[in-house]
């Protein structure tokens, strides 16, 4: 069982940045596979990055790609994604997950859910 507690969203103009930080409980989290996912308002959650168990490879979706740093220490149970150069279409409730499967963009994939941190930009 993993428990996961996303921290550090809030409200910033466009070009401005943030760093969502998640905080996981238990002893495996180094075994795990972590992703932050994003939901707009009236739209379906879709995948925005994921990091391998180690920490050595990421992915992410193309939308974010060169703006997003997803990054992870294990030693503190704790996955960050630094956002920078926001745009006003990133506005979301942000999620951390943890999977069991590397490198996947599959929601399905992923077992243990935070609670959502919201995110706004302001244009």
């Known amino acids: 069982q993993v428990q996961l507690v996303e921290s550090g969203g809030g409200l910033v103009q466009a070009v401005g940045s943030l760093r969502l930080s998640c905080a996981a409980s238990g002893r495996t989290f180094s075994s795990y596979a972590m992703g932050w996912f994003r939901q707009a308002t009236g739209k379906e959650r879709e995948f925005v990055a994921t990091i391998y168990p180690s920490g050595g490879s990421t992915y992410y979706t193309n939308s974010v790609e060169g703006r997003f740093t997803v990054s992870r220490n294990n030693a503190k149970n704790t996955v960050y994604l630094q956002m920078n150069g926001l745009k006003p279409e990133d506005t979301a409730v942000y999620y951390c997950?943890?999977?069991?499967?590397?490198?996947?963009?599959?929601?399905?994939?992923?077992?243990?859910w935070g609670q959502g941190a919201q995110v706004t930009v302001s244009s």
């Open positions: 997950a943890a999977s069991s499967t590397i490198g996947t963009a599959n929601e399905a994939r992923y077992w243990y």
